[in-house]
């Protein structure tokens, strides 16, 4: 059966090339051991939309010789095909990536913007799409040293430098220490939302283009010009992130696997190891179950914080939440203001849609349903008895 799974997973894979985006399976942009991994930054400048990019080899892969990189413009998410695009502007080769960008001017209606990387020596083609959108909220890059700060967060104390979008000579930052709760399970009869105008709990200038370190922890936003709803936000996390290290955090995604009582003990362990190994113990009956579930559900939670920290942490938010408990989708379905990802597994499938906002355009909000509540707690029972 495992190998009829991934031979159509592979089928999926292989016939991507030529397919819409719609009935495309684009679960690979969350899987950590694809071959390749691909960043996309849009950004809002004045009358222009700029889109870095990098496509990186992974999993041992050295070189990108044989990937071959392709841009279209379609129109809707049921084209199969496109308007090729070429980049019009250096593209930058290193071992192992290969880093570019393409500008556009801001459309009066969105379009479809399709990456194409394809395997030659396979051949395997891996899709990736984006809108691109009038009002899209994004304006200025953060960087690291010459690389652009691809994900939704930063660590303590590096050296970044913000480039503007505008010839602005400062811009206004604004910090919020606000913790954010994590999302509600998916059978919960309503979720809570995050308000649109967050109140700064501190404010400061900065210069374009001059180094900078950011030393508090907590979400940032940085405005060129305060009157719009534009702008680029960011969190600040200690210097480990994604991965949780201390072990007081630790605590904070174990309450989706732990009674009430258990999780104020967890949390009342503070830093104490013995005192948090007990009630880990504890949970799972057994001090190796006790291993093996440490191991495998904070490498899920790290994975969730990779890929979808946005205001908050990765694991609070609500894809964070289901890949951290149900893991890799066997398929993701896009469709921009709607994503599906599909269990074959758990003969169930969850639908997520778009509620962006300028502290994080790409968010989605988990459809619930009270349907969900037998898998999840039939599944918190596996993680308890460390059977992942």
Request: hydrophobic share 35%.
């Amino acid at each position: 059966m495992k190998k009829l799974l991934f031979l159509a997973g592979w089928l999926t894979v292989f016939s991507a090339a030529g397919q819409a985006i719609g009935s495309t399976n684009l679960n690979h942009q969350y899987n950590p051991n694809c071959e390749i991994q691909v960043r996309i930054h849009i950004v809002r400048e004045d009358g222009r939309i700029r889109v870095l990019y990098a496509v990186e080899a992974s999993g041992g892969q050295t070189s990108l010789d044989a990937f071959a990189v392709k841009w279209e413009r379609r129109a809707s998410f049921s084209d199969r095909t496109g308007q090729q695009l070429t980049n019009d502007s250096i593209t930058r080769e290193i071992p192992g990536k290969r880093t570019g960008e393409l500008t556009f001017p801001i459309p009066e209606q969105p379009w479809l913007l399709v990456l194409s990387v394809t395997n030659t020596a396979n051949p395997r083609t891996y899709l990736y799409a984006r809108l691109i959108e009038k009002n899209y909220p994004v304006q200025g890059t953060l960087l690291n040293g010459d690389d652009v700060v691809w994900n939704g967060y930063v660590t303590q104390n590096n050296v970044l430098t913000y480039r503007g979008s505008t010839d602005a000579t400062r811009a206004r930052v604004f910090r919020y220490t606000k913790i954010f709760p994590m999302a509600s399970p998916p059978f919960a009869e309503k979720e809570s939302r995050v308000d649109p105008l967050l109140v700064a709990d501190s404010t400061f200038w900065i210069t374009p283009n001059t180094p900078i370190r950011f030393g508090a922890k907590g979400l940032y936003l940085i405005q060129e010009d305060t009157t719009k709803t534009q702008g680029l936000a960011f969190r600040v996390e200690n210097e480990t992130y994604p991965k949780l290290s201390r072990i007081a955090d630790l605590s904070g995604p174990l309450i989706f696997i732990s009674t009430r009582e258990e999780f104020e003990r967890l949390a009342a362990a503070g830093d104490v190891k013995a005192e948090f190994d007990k009630e880990v113990i504890g949970i799972t009956k057994d001090r190796d179950r006790a291993k093996s579930f440490m191991r495998s559900f904070f490498r899920r939670v790290e994975l969730a914080n990779q890929y979808f920290t946005s205001y908050k942490e990765g694991w609070k938010t609500d894809r964070g939440m289901i890949y951290l408990i149900f893991g890799l989708p066997d398929e993701v379905i896009f469709g921009g203001p709607i994503e599906i990802w599909k269990y074959r597994n758990y003969d169930t499938s969850f639908t997520f849609l778009k509620t962006g906002s300028i502290y994080s355009p790409e968010n989605y909000t988990l459809v619930r349903d009270k349907k969900f509540a037998e898998i999840w707690y039939s599944t918190i029972d596996l993680w308890r008895k460390a059977r992942f």
